[in-house]
């Protein structure tokens, strides 16, 4: 066996204890937690979706926890400022020269949470964190701490003192998930576990950064064959022809879902991706992509979500 298949597959039970430890306080959701753990495998970020109590934080904190790196919780209200994030520059008396502090967003993992809730301003602070990993301040560029992960949650049904997130910053987030409620046995045992106290807090890290970024430069190791690249691109040209769709998906979001598949494929244990890792992720990577025709409606996401997916099933998938 050669040193790189080894170290890929010492990586791979790694990573299997990653997606373990989350599931031991994120009970009943093994979906959500695949999905955040893609995320950060691509280097990207994650958008949880629900009304609260459901558990998107917890889902945040587990992910923080498992990784042994710098954690951050950012609680977003409307008058919380882009230097409240990204840090300032102060006057230092003893040398007469203003020095900069960095912001909580110098951080391994970001738990932003209901970030619909502060203005625009300080949510395109957060854009350039997401897009290109560095924040500037006063003219000069900081670059963060890698990897680096956001993890946001809002509430979409509530919409009294929240601002939309744009489409600029909505497609800066490889995977928009919605929690949903637990099934009736796992709510129980949510009660049975918490009965002394938080079992998050508790929670041991499984994975080191350093071991984060080796696992996320396998991921663009994995092969990708013709078909499967013919398959993702008929999928994307399907939406902007679809007449259903006012704005089909764009090449970043054809990009996001090739590495969403690269990073499903190492989680099962494959070096190469399969037209399973296409279908299965398509509607979380590109669902908040895609603008609906007519006016906007409290239904829209679930609109996009159905036309994805008719558009899924039709969609002749490589042999």
Same mark, same amino acid.
């Given at each position: 066996?050669?040193?790189?298949?080894?170290?890929a597959?010492?990586l791979?039970?790694?990573?299997?204890?990653?997606?373990?430890?989350?599931?031991? @306080?994120v009970?009943g959701?093994?979906?959500v937690?695949?999905?955040?753990?893609i995320?950060?495998?691509?280097?990207?970020? *994650?958008?949880?979706?629900?009304?609260p109590g459901v558990?998107?934080?917890? +889902?945040?904190?587990?992910?923080?926890?498992?990784?042994?790196?710098?954690f951050?919780?950012?609680?977003?209200?409307?008058?919380l400022?882009?230097?409240?994030?990204?840090?300032?520059s102060?006057?230092?008396?003893?040398?007469?020269e203003?020095?900069?502090?960095?912001?909580?967003i110098?951080a391994?993992?970001?738990? !932003?949470?209901?970030?619909?809730?502060?203005?625009?301003r300080?949510?395109?602070a957060?854009?350039?964190?997401?897009?290109?990993?560095?924040?500037?301040?006063d003219?000069v560029t900081?670059?963060?701490?890698?990897p680096f992960?956001?993890?946001?949650?809002q509430?979409?049904?509530?919409?009294?003192?929240?601002?939309?997130?744009?489409?600029s910053?909505?497609?800066?987030f490889?995977?928009?998930?919605?929690?949903?409620?637990?099934?009736?046995?796992a709510?129980?045992?949510?009660?049975?576990?918490?009965?002394?106290?938080?079992p998050?807090?508790?929670?041991?890290? +499984?994975?080191?950064?350093?071991?984060?970024l080796?696992?996320?430069?396998? @991921?663009?190791? *994995?092969?990708?064959?013709?078909s499967?690249?013919?398959?993702?691109?008929?999928?994307?040209?399907?939406?902007?022809q679809?007449?259903e769709?006012h704005?089909?998906?764009?090449?970043?979001g !054809?990009l996001s879902?090739?590495?969403?598949a690269q990073?499903?494929?190492?989680l099962?244990g494959?070096?190469?991706?399969?037209?399973?890792?296409?279908?299965?992720?398509a *509607?979380?990577v590109?669902s908040h992509?895609? @603008?609906?025709k007519g006016?906007?409606?409290?239904?829209?996401?679930?609109?996009?979500? !159905?036309?994805?997916?008719r558009?899924?099933?039709?969609?002749?998938v490589?042999?």
């Open positions: 066996m050669t040193a790189e298949k080894a170290t597959q010492n791979y039970r790694v990573l299997q204890q990653l997606d373990e430890n989350m599931a031991r @306080v009970l959701k093994p979906e937690v695949r999905m955040c753990v995320a950060l495998l691509a280097n990207e970020h *994650v958008l949880l979706e629900d009304v558990g998107k934080t917890l +889902v945040g904190k587990a992910l923080a926890k498992s990784v042994s790196g710098a951050c919780r950012l609680q977003f209200t409307p008058d400022l882009p230097s409240d994030i990204v840090g300032s102060l006057f230092n008396a003893r040398t007469s203003f020095e900069y502090k960095p912001g909580p110098f391994n993992v970001v738990l !932003a949470d209901e970030i619909n809730r502060a203005p625009p300080t949510q395109s957060l854009l350039e964190a997401m897009s290109d990993c560095q924040v500037s301040v003219g900081y670059r963060l701490p890698q992960m956001v993890i946001a949650t509430n979409p049904f509530e919409f009294e003192g929240t601002y939309a997130l744009p489409e910053q909505l497609d800066r490889l995977l928009r998930v919605s929690m949903g409620y637990p099934d009736r046995a709510e129980r045992q949510v009660l049975t576990t918490h009965r002394e106290g938080e998050v807090e508790v929670l041991e890290s +499984v994975i080191s950064p350093e071991q984060v080796q696992a996320q430069q396998l @991921v663009r190791r *994995v092969q990708v064959e013709d499967i690249y013919e398959y993702l691109l008929d999928l994307v040209e399907a939406t902007r679809c007449d769709l704005v089909g998906v764009s090449t970043r !054809a879902l090739y590495r969403a990073a499903s494929a190492l099962d494959r070096d190469f991706v399969v037209p399973d890792d296409i279908k299965q992720l *509607v979380a590109l992509r895609v @603008v609906t006016f906007i409606q409290a239904d829209s996401r679930e609109s996009a979500e !159905a036309i994805l997916r558009l899924i099933d039709e969609t002749v490589p042999s």
